[in-house]
T-cell receptor, first 113, second 119 residues
């Protein structure tokens, strides 16, 4: 079975500061890993995905994530936070070749001026 | 601009009433998923379809929930009778799977959700 754990239900940063959102996964087969973002009253949008190619994945809006098999992690980072980054972020896993996504519980990112 | 369309966006109903939510997946996509989002449980997978056939509905309360795909352009999620604990945002998502092994990039495209309130 596949699962993801997101550490921290809320993360607060100042505008311009580094953003780090943590995600650890558990999978019995090589996983596909994803980060989605949800803005208020909207659906989820794909930020980036890891599908067994490069371990450092770049996504939209300046975000990137690194797949570390030894640590079973897929943390999301952004060098400099913008106010517009305030949203909820979900890590998700699916077994390679399939689409049944299992989501983490989400991390709400708060950005202060 | 291809997108997943869900209706209604908001629904308030009374306990015991039937609720039907509809989803139009992106044209050409062959997988459709229904997720439910609540504060307590987060995002839960209710059911998913591939090429209109149900593959997994183990996350769905069988006694009151049903999901169907009458055709490739319409997926429905029905609750009968509805209960206050069904209050949530219901998301539909679609994607494309190809190849014999179901290979794909795994990306799902989500609709904006149907917010259901059962009084």
């Amino acid at each position: 079975a596949q699962s993801v754990t997101q550490l921290g239900s809320h993360v607060s940063v100042s505008e311009g500061a580094l953003v780090l959102l943590r995600c650890n996964y558990s999978s019995s087969v090589p996983p596909y890993l994803f980060w989605y973002v949800q803005y208020p009253n909207q659906g989820l949008q794909l930020l980036l995905k890891y599908t067994s190619a490069a371990t450092l994945v770049k996504g939209i809006n300046g975000f990137e994530a690194e797949f570390k098999k030894s640590e079973t992690s897929f943390h999301l980072t952004k060098p400099s936070a913008h106010m517009s980054d305030a949203a909820e972020y979900f890590c998700a896993v699916s077994p390679m070749g399939f689409q049944k996504l299992v989501f983490g519980t989400g991390t709400r990112l708060l950005v202060s001026p | 601009d291809a997108r997943v369309t869900q209706t209604p966006r908001h629904k308030v109903t009374e306990m015991g009433q039937e609720v039907t939510m509809r989803c139009q997946p992106i044209l050409g996509h062959n997988t459709v998923f229904w997720y439910r989002q609540t504060m307590m449980q987060g995002l839960e997978l209710l059911a998913y379809f591939r090429n209109r056939a149900p593959l997994d509905d183990s996350g769905m309360p069988k006694d009151r929930f049903s999901a169907e795909m009458p055709d490739a352009t319409l997926a429905t999620l029905k609750i009968q009778p509805s209960e206050p604990r069904d209050s949530a945002v219901y998301f539909c998502a679609s994607g494309l799977v190809d190849g014999l092994a179901g290979g794909n990039t795994g990306e799902l495209f989500f609709g904006e959700g149907s917010r259901l309130t059962v009084l």
